[in-house]
């Protein structure tokens, strides 16, 4: 095969984001893509900011396409997978027109004998990752990769019927699994209605006949979450906690930002703890339940394998005679407000164990408990299967990723 070698200097765009004024953002309007919506390799608005309708015109030059490759240009060291400078984010159909923030760039094709979505794949690839992280610079909590030097990175050219069957192959990948995501999503909608239907509305089978007292159904109880099973804090003793010495075993170590990324259930990792990282920390066992208590509050996740993880994720066993980790994952959802308001610090928010010790969980009688969990746990497990086929698809797809990118793989 016929290819060449050539830099994205020489066969794209860049543009740059777009800094705007507090007073300048709207109700509605024009969304805006933040470093902060680039996760999980697309954009996922969960506080989004908008621009006025007015402002259209003015900013148009940061207005992103379906398809463009945006880089986060500013972010934390690669122990820091989740915040990582550098981190490609590939703009889906649901954010064309959107205008890009700032600390990111948008890199587009100059002109049509470079693929879009082989230059999608370029930023996924493993050799520019290294090259950003390679070439960042800055203080230990925060690093940025100028422009100047991102345009110098070199990549293999091929023609562009090649480029198109290489985006075409690892798309068949991202296909399966965008399929499976809309899946999960739809189960997991499903499994919400029904919670919010027996324990918030209350109006579980059999309600009419049962006697309520004292605002809550005969035989239900308010109870704490010690009440319900364990409850601890992760453990990661050693100072500084990113030591490299500690890491690099085959002990899984998960972060807060892997906790909120997560659907329900945790089913990868970036780090991991070797002996002595495990030595200063706690191995829990598949099936806690985590709680951020710091950076992101009061997310939720479940393990589906043992894994360590630093003080600021709250671990918890349910006791399985009287709830599910699901079910109490779904009761903090519904009071996930009430845990950020007391949460609030001068410094920076913090939940703190204390303070989840204050808070109440209605527990219904054992047999509806029972009829919730013969329901629920069949789709709990399509999930879970959904979620780990993903990950296999991910993991085959990055593995064929950099060989079909370099060459070694004739397609």
């Known amino acids: 095969m016929k290819t060449e070698i050539t830099t994205l200097d020489e066969k794209c765009l860049f543009i740059n984001g777009g800094a705007w004024k507090q007073t300048e953002y709207a109700d509605y309007g024009i ?39 945006v880089i986060a240009t500013v972010g934390s060291h690669p122990d820091q997978p989740n915040s990582v400078v550098g981190r490609a984010t590939i703009i889906p159909q649901y954010a064309e027109g959107a205008l890009l923030n700032q600390n990111a760039v948008c890199i587009r094709p100059k002109d049509s004998t470079l693929d879009k979505r082989y230059l999608g794949y370029i930023g996924k690839s493993p050799e520019l990752q290294h090259f950003i992280a390679a070439m960042a610079k800055g203080a230990a909590n925060q690093v940025r990769i100028a422009i100047g030097a991102l345009k110098q990175f070199p990549f293999n050219f091929p023609p562009l019927e090649v480029q198109q069957r290489i985006a075409e192959i690892l798309s068949n990948y991202d296909r399966l699994i965008d399929n499976n995501n809309r899946r999960i999503a739809l189960l997991e909608e499903s499994i919400h209605q029904l919670y919010k239907e027996w324990f918030v509305r209350s109006r579980f089978p059999g309600y009419e006949s049962v006697k309520v007292v004292d605002g809550i159904p005969e035989g239900w109880k308010f109870k704490k979450l010690e009440e319900l099973g364990l409850l601890g804090r992760g453990k990661s003793k050693h100072r500084p906690r990113n030591e490299p010495s500690l890491y690099g075993g085959k002990f899984p170590f998960i972060q807060t930002g892997e906790v909120k990324e997560a659907s329900l259930y945790i089913t990868n990792y970036s780090q991991t703890y070797n002996e002595k990282g495990l030595a ?125 990118m370099n060459g070694s793989i004739a397609v």
């Open 280 to 404: 200063q920390s706690k191995l829990w066992d598949a099936g806690t339940l985590l709680i951020t208590i710091a950076a992101n509050i009061a997310e939720t996740a479940i393990l589906t394998f043992s894994a360590c993880f630093p003080d600021s994720i709250v671990g918890f066993i349910a006791d399985s005679n009287q709830v599910s980790a699901e079910f109490i994952k779904y009761s903090i959802d519904t009071i996930k407000v009430r845990m950020r308001n007391v949460s609030t610090g001068a410094a920076q928010d913090n939940l703190s164990l204390e303070k989840i010790r204050i808070f109440n969980f209605l527990v219904p009688d054992k047999e509806t408990m029972q009829l919730f969990t013969r329901i629920t746990n069949p789709i709990f497990l399509q999930m879970k299967n959904l979620l780990i086929t993903n990950e296999n698809l991910r993991q085959a797809r990055d593995l064929l990723l950099p060989r079909l």
């Open 31 to 69: 969304p805006v893509v933040q470093v902060k919506d680039m996760q999980g390799g697309t954009v996922i608005w969960t506080q989004p900011k908008f621009l006025p309708e007015s402002s259209y015109q003015r900013y148009s030059q940061h207005k992103l396409e379906t398809n463009d490759l």
